[in-house]
């Protein structure tokens, strides 16, 4: 069966070579690179002892440096396993997730068929070529020069020019012997409700796009007339091109990503060239569309990391963070994105014409993570005043991190976005919330009395802050420098001490928001431990892990704490069933204290704010909302994170707490 190029092209791109030679050959860890899709082996067609077998998934090819094999997918399957060719190209195409063609006369038909409309799209592109050079592209040649284009610029990339006629391009493929049936096939002529076709561009700056394999199968136009209705115009879908599926200068930037180690995007044909003219080559763009899945897939087939490149006002903007929701469901391990946004009002050709390289170098080096870019936009020009809007950042978060598919990746988003949310609202309350809009922390909380005169208000005023002495010595400002509070030495021993619950109940085991700062780093460290040996979680190795990073003494302590409130369900001895059940309880009196803290907290503001004010009546009821919120805390605080019957599974009974050796 004779398989058609495009069918063999389309399933060698969706698959990395290196995922069909991995399965026969075990990669040389020192000289491979996975992130750049690099890999070396000993030789499976000849014995050797050192790796001189060489695979890229770039280029989709592999050669040995010893006894000079080299090919592609499917030669690899032949000359291996002795595969005959259909069955080679079947097992590609079942990785790739792609059906075999059935025999067809007519699909071989096309594919002649598709050979000839690629001939036919060359000699367009010569002619465009040509008219470039007549007198009629005078003023297009004027423009390229004014954008400070070189000649050996422009016939890098072919630049030409159609001509202002209706029929100039048409003539001179019929001369040719082309059929007007092949030149709509091109989408080079058009109808538009009239019976005789003419030439889609007229007085265009034309761009030809390229395949992966180096062969025109589109163009775009830029309009030299300034009242055109479109500035720029490209092909229509047609046999050739579907442009969701190209990216502009694929083929020469894969080439160039070898040397530079990523790609970059940018939004358009004469940024692309301009960076290359000045020594940027591994620069692609979408055509003249917002990013699609499919053009990403073809960027990561360049660089594990590539970085999109996007214009710093309002518009470059929204289009970074439409190109950020994209990728976040696609990120995997060692994959990802980065944002570079320029200066507001410059684009890459503007920035590079006029400045030099050096600038845009410098926009590359600060290109923000894909995590940095959405916490960005999530906290951009939004005061985060009340705890509904904090808890409603929270969840937001929340939910666009869930998009990501990867397990592993997903937990780390989780995990650096709750220290993020540490990071921003942990200061506000150290600096008595100077940095938070309306936190009126500073301005004193004392309310008037029962007879209208003023006097303290269970907070006193300082010049440091308007906050109650009791709330400034808490741990919700000061971060607990020293020993943890109870109950959250309790929530994070029990994980350390059984962290197969972390299995069970992960989101919400890693959601939990530590206020001792010494405890929130060692839980940092845990959930890392925790996504790098999800299959195989056990005491011992969390312990070492712990331990080599300096927690002992911090495990210690938590664990004579637990001992002396004789809370046993957090230690080691305790029953996976006991652990489970204390944990259980304790996180949800944690939630609750949280909660009850935080409303204290905007119950002081508020009591700041209506006593500057001089509203009595509000202080008063203010004041008794306060009351009352400070006997649950207390409440709370009594309550001790147990459950009756614990001892049956653990063989403890309820007492004074003795250590173990």
Request: net charge neutral; aromatic share 8%.
């Amino acid at each position: 069966m004779r398989f058609s190029n495009s069918f063999l092209d389309e399933i060698r791109d969706r698959v990395n070579i290196s995922d069909v030679i991995g399965k026969r050959v075990t990669w040389d860890r020192k000289k491979s690179n996975a992130s750049k899709g690099d890999y070396w082996a000993c030789c499976p067609f000849h014995g050797e002892k050192s790796p001189s077998f060489h695979c890229e998934d770039r280029k989709g090819r592999y050669h040995c440096f010893g006894c000079g094999v080299s090919g592609d997918h499917f030669r690899f399957l032949t000359d291996l396993d002795g595969m005959a060719f259909p069955e080679a190209v079947q097992q590609i195409a079942d990785m790739a997730g792609v059906a075999m063609p059935q025999p067809d006369v007519q699909a071989e038909r096309r594919e002649r068929e598709r050979a000839s409309l690629q001939d036919v799209m060359e000699m367009a592109t010569l002619f465009f070529q040509d008219q470039l050079q007549t007198a009629a592209g005078a003023r297009a040649r004027a423009y390229l020069r004014d954008r400070g284009l070189t000649g050996r610029t422009i016939e890098t990339f072919r630049l030409g020019y159609a001509p202002d006629s209706r029929n100039a391009l048409k003539e001179h493929l019929a001369a040719k012997g082309i059929s007007k049936e092949q030149m709509e096939a091109c989408g080079l002529v058009v109808h538009e409700n009239v019976p005789v076709s003419y030439d889609r561009f007229r007085d265009r700056i034309m761009f030809p796009i390229l395949s992966s394999r180096e062969k025109v199968i589109a163009f775009g136009g830029r309009a030299m007339a300034a009242d055109a209705l479109a500035k720029y115009l490209n092909s229509n879908e047609t046999e050739l091109f579907h442009k969701g599926n190209v990216l502009y200068n694929f083929a020469r930037a894969r080439r160039a990503t070898q040397s530079a180690g990523t790609v970059i995007a940018v939004e358009g044909y004469m940024d692309v060239i301009a960076l290359y003219q000045a020594g940027v080559e591994n620069a692609v763009a979408p055509l003249g569309t917002a990013l699609t899945e499919n053009q990403l897939e073809l960027l990561w087939k360049m660089s594990s990391q590539p970085v999109l490149c996007f214009d710093g006002d309002g518009a470059g903007i929204r289009a970074a963070n439409r190109a950020a929701d994209l990728a976040l469901p696609h990120i995997k391990p060692g994959r990802s994105v980065s944002f570079a946004l320029l200066p507001d009002g410059k684009d890459p050709d503007d920035l590079v014409r006029h400045e030099g390289r050096a600038p845009f170098d410098r926009v590359l080096s600060e290109a923000k993570p894909l995590a940095a870019m959405i916490w960005s936009r999530e906290t951009a020009s939004t005061a985060f005043d009340t705890p509904e809007k904090r808890a409603e950042l929270e969840n937001r978060l929340r939910q666009i991190v869930s998009v990501i598919g990867d397990e592993s990746v997903r937990r780390f988003y989780q995990q650096d976005m709750r220290d993020r949310l540490n990071a921003f609202f942990q200061p506000q309350f150290q600096r008595g919330g100077s940095n938070m809009p309306n936190r009126n922390f500073g301005r004193g909380a004392s309310a008037n009395g029962r007879n209208g005169q003023r006097g303290q208000a269970g907070a006193s005023s300082s010049a440091g802050g308007g906050i109650s002495d009791r709330l400034s010595q808490s741990g919700l400002v000061k971060g607990y420098l020293t020993t943890p509070a109870l109950r959250e030495s309790v929530l994070a021993l029990t994980i350390v001490n059984h962290p197969q619950l972390l299995l069970e109940e992960y989101d919400e085991i890693a959601a939990i928001d530590y206020e001792n700062r010494d405890l929130q780093r060692l839980w940092s460290q845990v959930l890392t431990y925790a996504a790098e040996n999800a299959a195989e979680l056990s005491r011992a190795s969390l312990m070492e892990r712990l331990e080599a990073h300096g927690f002992d003494a911090l495990v210690k302590a938590m664990n004579q704490q637990v001992r002396n409130a004789r809370l046993w369900t957090a230690t080691e001895q305790a029953a996976p069933e006991d652990a489970r059940e204390g944990y259980v309880q304790a996180l949800s009196l944690h939630k609750r204290t949280k909660a009850l803290r935080w409303q204290k907290i905007d119950l002081e503001r508020e009591i700041a704010e209506a006593t500057e004010a001089g509203d009595g009546e509000r202080v008063g009821l203010l004041m008794r909302a306060l009351s009352e919120v400070q006997l649950e805390i207390g409440r709370m605080e009594n309550q001790e994170a147990i459950i009756d019957g614990f001892g049956v599974m653990s063989g403890r009974v309820k007492g004074p707490a003795y250590g173990h050796g």
